[in-house]
């Protein structure tokens, strides 16, 4: 049973590039989220999808974008990437609010 | 708004040793509340959750009681091991919400 996946596992970027990061999960959850993990400050929300076809920021949404491609992937794209996007990204999926969330394994992300 | 706050890192404690982290939250009505642990290089994992006031969650020799009337819910374990060497997050969904507001973590070290 894979659970929640992401892809890549380690990325570095220059200043201005842009990527993607892929999540999917295969447990039929209805909500999937984005979170970033840095030093001291916990886990903060990016955005996140209570269901197919919404979307929603969260806590920190300023310099992403999401997609929800089906029920079972959930992209964060960064268009344009910043010293201060350098962090590990978490991917997680839910059956529904309120309910636990299940993790990715994480993406680290450093942008030079 | 919604917070936690748990008890500053890190923390290093002899195998065998008792263990307690404290979590106090703010939030408006009656939150879920979860403990999340971070094992090295993994992603995070539901440790234990209590979703009312006075339930107590328990796994794997940890138990931690939603307490309304301290707005807490301390981790505590009675003989920590080697293997629970991780970092642990204090969590809350508030109700009619779903997304979850993290503490910032403790790291435990336990030595042999």
């Known amino acids: 049973n894979a659970g929640v996946t992401q892809t890549p596992k380690f990325q570095v970027l220059k200043t201005g590039q842009s990527m993607t990061l892929q999540c999917a999960q295969d447990?039929?959850?209805?909500?999937m989220y984005w979170y970033r993990q840095d030093p001291g400050m916990g886990l903060r929300l990016i955005y996140y999808?209570?269901?197919?076809?919404?979307?929603d920021k969260g806590e920190v949404p300023n310099g992403y974008n999401v997609s929800r491609l089906n029920k079972r992937e959930f992209s964060l794209r960064l268009e344009s990437a910043a010293p201060s996007q350098t962090s590990v990204y978490f991917c997680?999926?839910?059956?529904?609010?309120?309910?636990?969330?299940?993790f990715g394994p994480g993406t680290r992300l450093l942008v030079l | 708004g919604n917070s936690v706050t748990q008890m500053e890192g890190p923390v290093t404690l002899s195998e065998e040793a008792f263990l307690t982290i404290n979590c106090t939250y703010t939030?408006?009505?009656?939150?879920?509340l979860f403990w999340y642990v971070q094992y090295p290089g993994e992603g995070l994992q539901l440790l234990l959750k209590a979703t009312k006031a006075d339930d107590k969650g328990s796994n794997k020799g940890f138990e931690a009681t939603y307490r309304k009337e301290t707005t807490s819910f301390h981790l505590e374990k009675g003989s920590v091991q080697v293997s629970d060497s991780a970092v642990y997050f204090c969590?809350?969904?508030?109700?009619?919400?779903?997304?979850?507001?993290f503490g910032t973590g403790t790291r435990l070290t336990i030595i042999p």
């Open positions: 999808s209570a269901s197919e076809g919404t979307t």
């Open positions: 939030a408006t009505g009656y939150p879920s």
């Open positions: 997680a999926s839910s059956s529904q609010g309120r309910e636990t969330q299940y």
């Open positions: 969590a809350l969904t508030p109700r009619g919400n779903e997304k979850l507001t």
């Open positions: 447990m039929n959850h209805n909500s």
